[in-house]
């Protein structure tokens, strides 16, 4: 696998993000994942000197998260961010736990809220879609779980799998995989530590220094329609480490 990419937020407790860049270029780094609150406040400007940073470090931008309010009450400045620094992807990636809804039908609209929201980016020919954590396979009251609904309710949404957090949330990955590959166009690549390991990581490891099977996984993920991989750590306590380490084991597979 060449072209990785890393998913800044694992980078947010190390700035500035001058240096983090110039260390992901120097690393092996093609592609970086924005998050929306790295970007969302800046200016023109600002956003113009973000750009000649990754440039200057071989690194492009093509996917990127946005927060659900600023791509339904701003979708126009999202689209001047997207254009500006060659975002070709974009994923809404999370729902405030007093904003979830109880039930599917509740899930079913959400869904079609997304659908609705990414409307004007597919138009322009922008990729579009959901990250989901945990609380998305867990069981409502019928049984059901949240995702099967998000998606029903959004039939053109695509899917940006993060595959630690299924686990986390008690599914089978694989089993995910399967059903709806089509829609999965990104990945986040991260690995869970052994039980009682990483505390100070959150339970977190590097690529390759987990629980999870990525071999296999990979191999899983090469027949759905998955462009981007993306590694990420949601607490490294030191982020090149995490960065040098998961790229050898991404490539390795």
């Known amino acids: 696998m060449k072209d990785v990419s890393f998913q800044l937020y694992s980078a947010r407790n190390f700035p500035p993000f001058a240096d ?3 260390a992901l270029g120097e690393a092996g780094y093609t592609q970086v994942e924005g998050y929306g609150a790295l970007y969302a406040a800046l200016s023109d400007e600002e956003i113009a000197e973000f750009k000649s940073g990754l440039e200057r470090n071989g690194l492009a931008m093509p996917t990127a998260h946005f927060s659900l309010d600023m791509l339904e ?14 975002i070709r992807a974009i994923y809404c990636p999370y729902l405030m736990p007093d904003q979830r809804p109880g039930d599917a039908a509740g899930w079913r609209a959400f869904g079609a809220r997304l659908q609705a929201a990414g409307r004007p980016f597919r138009d322009a020919g922008i990729d ?5 954590h945990d609380f998305e396979f867990h069981a409502l009251p019928d049984g059901s779980v949240p995702l099967e609904h998000i998606f029903a309710g959004g039939p053109d949404l695509s899917w940006e799998a993060d595959i630690a957090w299924i686990i986390r949330g008690g599914a089978d990955p694989f089993a995910w995989i399967a059903k709806y590959g089509e829609r999965i166009t990104a990945v986040h690549v991260k690995d869970i530590a052994a039980k009682g390991e990483k505390t100070n990581e959150d339970g977190w490891a590097d690529v390759g220094e987990g629980t999870l099977d990525w071999k296999a996984l990979i191999r899983a993920l090469s027949e759905t ?12 306590s030191d982020f090149r480490r995490f960065a040098k ?9």
Do not use: C
């Open 20 to 22: 983090v860049l110039s």
């Open 128 to 132: 579009f879609g959901w990250h989901n």
């Open 73 to 86: 009450t701003d979708p126009l400045r999202v689209m001047q961010i997207a254009n500006a620094l060659g």
């Open 225 to 236: 329609s998955a462009k981007y991989f993306i590694a990420e750590h949601d607490n490294p």
């Open 245 to 253: 380490r998961s790229l050898a084991s991404i490539q390795s597979y």
